[in-house]
Nanobody, 116 residues
Framework: QVQLVESGGGLVQPGGSLRLSCAAS????????MGWYRQAPGKERELVAL????????KYADSVKDRFTISRDYAKHMVYLQMNSLNAEDTAVYYC?????????WGQGTQVTVSS
């Protein structure tokens, strides 16, 4: 059973930074894709960043390009999302996601609130 556990969310002021972490129970190189999604109140869940061994470069939502960076640590089975220049529109629950052979796995989510 695959488990994804997020951490690192919290309250941050506009312009600030946070780094989210996702600990995977499996070997992350076995996943076809890994990424981060977010869901704001009253909105649908949306893709934030996606990475895969087959991608030359990670993929990002237009709204976070040049501000967010996704990275992986294969040795630690971790995936990270570095978020800089945060603004109120980034407020949401952030979910770690993985796909392996057509099966989707989700973490429980971590709340990110950007407010002064």
């Amino acid at each position: 059973q695959v488990q994804l556990v997020e951490s690192g969310g919290g309250l941050v002021q506009p312009g600030g930074s946070l780094r989210l972490s996702c600990a995977a129970s499996g070997i992350i190189s076995s996943f076809n894709t890994m990424g981060w999604y977010r869901q704001a109140p009253g909105k649908e869940r949306e893709l934030v960043a996606l990475t895969a061994i087959t991608y030359a470069m990670p993929k990002y939502a237009d709204s976070v390009k040049d501000r967010f960076t996704i990275s992986r640590d294969y040795a630690k089975h971790m995936v990270y999302l570095q978020m800089n220049s945060l603004n109120a529109e980034d407020t949401a629950v952030y979910y770690c996601h993985a796909n392996r052979n057509g099966n989707d796995y989700w973490g429980q989510g971590t709340q990110v609130t950007v407010s002064s």
